[in-house]
């Protein structure tokens, strides 16, 4: 007998759903139902909302719900505008950065500002966020006014200083702030103290968004309006993996039907590299075709090669801008792939650590957080990933649900002083810099504690499934059904289903490299499902030994040969029940 491969993952159902839930949302058919209330959709107003509405949800002038100190904002900008005074948009280098950069450019260009600039500081050079250097030469070049996209919210020290410089500034942000607010003119963020708006997760790009409807509302414009920009601020939400819900999801779906439809000469030239066809851009597409090239400038050099593209109007002048982006985006993929394979290599092949921890003077430090999520997934262990260089090591860390990487930088900080040298994060992402003579004493305080922390035998990464399935249920009509539910996306995950005990009819390995899986399953009743499993082809020997078996999966649509049919996306195999061979 063959012997079965672990299965990939713990199968985790979602608990029965409450009567009061069933009753509220007793309109919907069954399936959907549930799926709704797994998302957090407990009544029928909820549901209408949901399933239903898109764009804005809520005006962010309103005197009761509106955004604090959205109005003196609005006043700034269009004082600015109306004196000629010079305008710069200060972003950060990542697609969400670069997306809200590019929406507030453009909207000071149309209502007439002289020239507005933008300004996305060097990776490398500057790192993240507002620095007084930048301020400085900002003011030099006859700046009066430095709105900030996707960060500042913890810049009191910067803020001080362009007031010191005379310098005006309005800081836009979506993250965290800290104990103290900065003494900004004006600071936008939703999670700031006091602040009504009913949004708190907006992206970066969501409060630049808000912030050109504020503009616009209150001095409307002929030919142009916010939602102009909605397809921009699509880009910027699913790149930046917020919660798919409330305003955040009606603001995508809006984005996604213009992106469709009206795609700009930047989308057209990245679809033309891609490989992908506007007309069917999807948050994957954004997710997997579009971010990941955007991201790639700014992770090995500098990220306004991305914003001049997605500034572009001429679709010549996109396509050469999108060529570039293209291959650095190839550059980057290299250069990961590098990172995996030192690192793989350098891990104990008799047993994996508790923490993955690897260095190297040749990885790029603006590509270690990639290299160290793809291990984290591997290996399902936390992952530091350090670039080396001359005097000190500074590092991405990626995390797993059963450790929090910052709580544990948090200790090792205490119990250590001066083991790190800088650090910050959260849960499952963090970064850190440590001298190079104390990265070892590094590794091993953190594999000490996170050995003491984890359960061992838990360290299988988990999938929470929708529910079960019998075939009956499973044809086009319910994944027509299903995509009602997009977009997808954080919060708002792809369903996943369980069908038992399916017998295997017919079974090959696919691809151009021999890695996938073709799988031809039959129910008790003689119904055949085909189902492809990416990446699944060590199972393949496996499944051709056994008659029955459980099936973790998604469903969608293929088509082939202008003919659709239902297709099982298979994540995970499993032995049923009962049978003796498990």
Known sequence: MISAPASLYRWIPYPTMPAEALSELAAYPRVLQKLLWIRGITTRREAEIFLTQNGSLYDPLDQVKGMKNM???????WEAVDRGQKIAVYG?????????????????????????????PDRFEEGYGLNKEALKTLFDAGTDLVITVDCGIRSTEEALYAQQLGLKLIISDHHEPGEEIPAADVVICAKQPGDPYPEKNLAGVGVAYKIAEAVLEARPQVGFEARDWVDIAAIGTVADIVPMSEENRAIVKDGLRKLRNQPRSAIQALAEVGGFRTAEISNQTIGFGIAPRLNAPGRLDKASLSFDLMMSEKLSEARRLAEEVNQKNTERKDLTALIQKKAADSIPKDKVPAVVCCRDKEFNMGIVGLGAARLSDTFYRPTII????????????????????????????????????????????????????????????????????????????????????TTAYADLALVELLEQLEPLGEGNPEPLFVFRNLKVQWVKRIGKDQTHLKVTFADENGRVIDAVGFGLADWCDWLKSHDRIDVLCKLEKNTYQNETKLQLQVIDFRIPEGDVRR
């Open 71 to 77: 109005p003196k904002a609005v006043k700034m900008i």
């Open 386 to 469: 350090g670039a080396e260089g001359e005097t000190e090591t500074r590092a991405s860390c990626r995390s797993i649900e059963e450790f929090s990487m910052i709580e544990a930088l948090d200790e090792i900080n205490a119990a250590y002083p001066g083991l790190l040298k800088k650090y910050g994060g959260h849960w499952k992402a963090a970064g850190l810099t440590v001298d190079n003579d104390k990265w070892d004493e590094f590794v091993s305080r953190i594999n000490e504690l996170a050995e003491k922390k984890l359960d061992w035998k838990q360290l299988t990464p988990a999938k929470k499934y929708d529910m079960e399935l």
């Open 92 to 120: 950060d280098y990542d697609v969400d950065g670069i997306t809200a950069s590019t929406i507030l450019v453009q909207l000071l260009q149309k209502i007439g500002a002289p020239d507005p600039v933008s300004y996305i």
